[in-house]
């Protein structure tokens, strides 16, 4: 299978449903537009360097019910404020020493940061809680809009609530095309993997509460700080309440059902089913290429930028194949592969078949 193919095909738009989403491009009539549908209200999904958002002005609760309806999202699971500036942090949290230090290392780029919340912050947005997340993203497109608007913009992943994340408008259009006004491309996402969320609210401790697109290893360098990690038991299953947010088990799912192999083992396949897949880490020998199930893989060489960039695309793919079982490889567990097999493990999980 070539994957390059794979890759570049496209899909036609769905148009069933009462919008016909309209592509926005990066120019400045596109963005003033973009804006101004911003200001009135609407939820846009716009590009960053991490995946596709649905965005709306944080500050108006109507907004944000919209954001939560188009997606599916259960109201107990909060949203990100994305920034352009750190002045407007003062509205929306309390700012910290230890949050300022990552800012200066991180800002703009893919972490999200969990602070003590101010009043002004809908409820809506954080879901009830006593704390907001905060990011402010690299995308120069995203910047722009933050920019021109002068808003302060809530955006989950532009993907129904439990499918795979956006990271191409294409992306956002086969799975929110009927449910939104307008989608503005700013290209395929660079890094393709979500925001690493760091809970630096009490200034002292960083609680990962999600492995993304900056490393564990790379924040306590510039830190000098240890990340704490939450205990695997406060990964709710779906329809628990949540009390660590960000932390449901089944996520990212494909409608193909996976299963994952250990970095660098060989899969047990169905002799027989003729409907196979797998989803190599790295681009397999020929040895590996067993002829009777379809191969792919997230990177050519091991590079675990080049997989994180791929792997959402990829898991879509899979699911128009038609194949009634994909093994999946995990990635090596350090660095980005951690991101990388969290993603692999929640698109892994079923729902409870009882
Ligand atoms: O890269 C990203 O972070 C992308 C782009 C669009 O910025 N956004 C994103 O948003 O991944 P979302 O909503 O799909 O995931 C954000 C996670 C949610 O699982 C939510 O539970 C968690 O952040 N979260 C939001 N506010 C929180 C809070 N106050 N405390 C703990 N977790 C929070
Ligand atoms: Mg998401």
């Known amino acids: 299978v070539d994957i390059i193919k794979r890759l570049s095909a496209k899909e036609p738009a ?29 939820v846009i999904a716009l590009p960053t360097e ?43 949290a309390e700012w910290n020493p230890l949050a300022q230090r990552l800012a200066d290392h991180f800002w703009p ?10 009043p002004r912050v809908p409820d809506i947005v954080t879901a009830g809680l006593n704390t907001v997340a905060i990011r402010m993203p690299a995308h120069p497109l995203m ?12 955006a989950p992943s532009a993907n129904p609530f439990g499918y795979v994340s956006p990271t191409s408008a294409q992306h956002v259009i086969d799975s929110l095309g009927d449910r939104i006004i ?28 999600r492995p993304g697109g900056i490393t564990r290893e790379r924040i306590e360098q510039a830190t000098g700080v240890t990340v704490v990690q939450p205990l695997p038991s406060q990964c709710k299953a779906q329809n628990e309440p949540i009390t660590a947010p960000g ?12 299963s994952l192999f250990a970095y660098r083992n060989t ?23 067993i002829p009777t199930v379809e191969h792919f893989w997230l990177t050519e060489d091991g590079n675990l930028a080049e997989a994180a960039h791929n792997i959402f695309n990829l898991l879509r793919r899979l699911d128009q194949g038609a194949f009634s079982h994909v093994f999946v490889e995990k990635a090596p567990d350090a660095g980005l592969g951690l991101a990388i097999n969290d993603r692999l493990r929640r698109a892994a999980e079923r729902a409870n078949p009882s």
């Open 14 to 42: 769905r148009t069933s449903g009462g919008f016909s989403v309209r592509t926005y491009r990066d120019n400045s009539n596109d963005v003033a537009e973009v804006c101004a549908h911003l200001k009135e209200g609407h």
């Open 109 to 118: 780029g893919a972490l999200t940061l969990i602070l003590k919340k101010k």
């Open 50 to 92: 991490t995946v596709y958002g649905l965005a709306g002005d944080a500050s108006k609760p109507e907004t944000c019910q919209q954001i939560f309806k188009i997606k599916g999202r259960p109201l107990i699971d909060p949203l990100i404020v994305h920034i352009a500036d750190l002045s407007q942090i003062e509205l929306l």
């Open 182 to 209: 307008g989608v503005l491309d700013g290209g395929e996402c660079q890094i393709g993997i979500e925001s690493t969320i760091i809970d630096v609210s009490d200034g002292q401790t960083l609680r990962l509460l």
């Open 143 to 154: 910047q722009k809009v933050l920019r021109t608007s002068g808003l302060c913009l809530a």
């Open 267 to 289: 899969p047990t396949f169905n002799a027989e089913s003729t409907e196979q897949a797998v989803l190599w880490f790295q681009r397999p020998s020929n040895a590996q290429r």
């Open 247 to 258: 932390m449901l088990a089944r996520h990212y799912s494909p409608h193909t059902p996976l």
